[in-house]
């Protein structure tokens, strides 16, 4: 079965779980990675990895909502990355999302150039301090065409969440499968899949496997998904 790709979640600040309402005031970073495999590194054009990269960070900060005393919701590009090592090609944005509790102005990189050649903009970008990162191999939306009992389509998905020496997990693990769940539905409509009828996307989601050590929580999803 396909996997749709993985994220990372790692619980710090306000936000201790996967959101999708803010705090006012207090920003929330995440990273989106695509790749994929490549014969060469040499004479690569990064653009439509980086593109895709956009267009699904893009619609993950279409799922972020403010309360009415901090919007609209600021959305920046902080960092953007590519490259080609071992034969795999990938592109990484980097995005801070907030709702702000009072007017302020967040620097916006400019429109991204020079995709002929491995970047790093703007210089020493740093990709730490991230709540969220998803990582997805560079695929065109999965497209159903709507009609009432079409077949479903399933794929796999992983999420990761730090859990030191797993004690959280130890105590009650339901929390973390909650959140497992609640992030495998959330990449399902990352235009991962698409019914081409908005509103009718259904997705049903099942624990396949679960584990914690090293301080990891690791967790196995199947994504069952229609156009219903």
Sequence with gaps: MTSIGETTFVPQGVYRELPTRLRGGYPYHFTVKTYKSVKSCKGLNFEELYARANEIAQVRVKTFECSTECSPLDAVEVARAWNCEGNVAWASVKYLVICPAKQDTYSHLGPATGFDQPAWEP???SFDN??????TTLAA???MIYSV???KRSRLFDYTEYDRDCAE???DPAPFEARAK???ELASRLELFDCNLPGH?????KIRGRQCKDDLARFRVKIEVDCS
């Design 123 to 125: 210089p020493k970008a």
């Design 130 to 135: 991230v709540n969220e990162v998803f990582l």
């Design 141 to 143: 939306p999965v497209r």
């Design 149 to 151: 009992g079409a077949a």
């Design 169 to 171: 997990y130890q105590r």
């Design 182 to 184: 609640a992030a495998a």
């Design 201 to 205: 996307l259904h997705v049903r989601t």
